[in-house]
C-alpha cells in the first residue's frame, strides 16, 4: 500500500525565514500527491496538489512544493514565513489500490517565532 | 456552497452509551469519508463510500463502529457502546471521487467519551 513519511512532527522558523516541511513517499510509480493544512479547531484544506502535469507545484498562501522522483520526494517550501502559517502540515497520497482513497502522513506542527 | 456539514461539533458522553455523529457532503460529491484525529495516532480512515456504497471499511477499529450512507446528502458514523478511549475528533470529508479529487473536510466533531 501507499504510504507518505513527514520527517520532523515539529518545524520551528522566525517570521520571515525560509519553510521546508519533508515529506517522502513510497511508490513504484508516481502517485498523486497532496498537501493540506488544518488551522487549530478546523478541518484539513488543500493547499496544493501534484498530477504529474508539472514537477514545481505552487498552492495558496506562497506555498510551493517539488515533486522529485529520484528521491521519492514531495517537500513543502514557502520562501518567508508569517506568524498566520502557523498551524498542522499534512502530505498525503493516493492509495493504488483504490484510486479515491486518500491516505495522510502524521503531519507536522508549524510554529513561527516573532 | 455551505461545505461538508458536520453535528454535533461537540459531544460528551459516559462510557457504554451510544454515539451517533451525522455528515452531510457537498452536494454532487460522490465519495464520503470518514477519519478519525488523536494525537496518538494521528489522521485514521475509518471508511469511505462511493455512491453510498462502502467501499472499505478496514479502517473501522471495532465492531463498535458501524457507519451508514442511506442516501447521497448524509453520512451516519455510530459508536455502541462507546469507550474513553474512543475519544477524539472525527471528520468527515467529501470528494468528487476522481484519483486526484481534493478532499473537503468538515469541521469535526470532538467526542469525550468519560
Known amino acids: 500500500a501507499q504510504s507518505v513519511t513527514q520527517l520532523g512532527s515539529h518545524v520551528s522558523v522566525s517570521e520571515g525565514a525560509l519553510v521546508l516541511l519533508r515529506c517522502n513517499y513510497s511508490?513504484?510509480?508516481?502517485?498523486?500527491l497532496f498537501w493540506y493544512v488544518q488551522y487549530p479547531n478546523q478541518g484539513l484544506q488543500l493547499l496544493l496538489k501534484y498530477t504529474s502535469a508539472a514537477t514545481l507545484v505552487k498552492g495558496i498562501n506562497g506555498f510551493e512544493a517539488e515533486f522529485k522522483k529520484s528521491e521519492t520526494s514531495f517537500h513543502l517550501t514557502k520562501p518567508s514565513a508569517h506568524m498566520s502559517d502557523a498551524a498542522e502540515y499534512f502530505c498525503?497520497?493516493?492509495?493504488?489500490?483504490?484510486?479515491?482513497?486518500?491516505?495522510f502522513g502524521s503531519g507536522t506542527r508549524l510554529s513561527i517565532r516573532p | 456552497d455551505a461545505g461538508v456539514i458536520q453535528s454535533p461539533r461537540h459531544e460528551v458522553t459516559e462510557m457504554g452509551q451510544e454515539v451517533t455523529l451525522r455528515c452531510k457532503p457537498i452536494s454532487g460529491h460522490n465519495s464520503l469519508f470518514w477519519y478519525r484525529q488523536t494525537m496518538m495516532r494521528g489522521l485514521e480512515l475509518l471508511i469511505y463510500f462511493n455512491n453510498n456504497v462502502p467501499i472499505d471499511d478496514s479502517g473501522m477499529p471495532e465492531d463498535r463502529f458501524s457507519a451508514k450512507m442511506p442516501n447521497a446528502s448524509f453520512s451516519t458514523l455510530k459508536i455502541q457502546p462507546s469507550e474513553p478511549r474512543d475519544s477524539a475528533v472525527y471528520f468527515c470529508?467529501?470528494?468528487?471521487?476522481?484519483?486526484?479529487?481534493?478532499?473537503?473536510f468538515g469541521e469535526g466533531s470532538r467526542l469525550t467519551v468519560l
Open positions: 511508490s513504484s510509480v508516481p502517485p498523486y
Open positions: 498525503a497520497v493516493t492509495d493504488y489500490s483504490s484510486a479515491s482513497k486518500i491516505i
Open positions: 470529508a467529501s470528494s468528487l471521487g476522481v484519483p486526484n479529487g481534493e478532499l473537503f
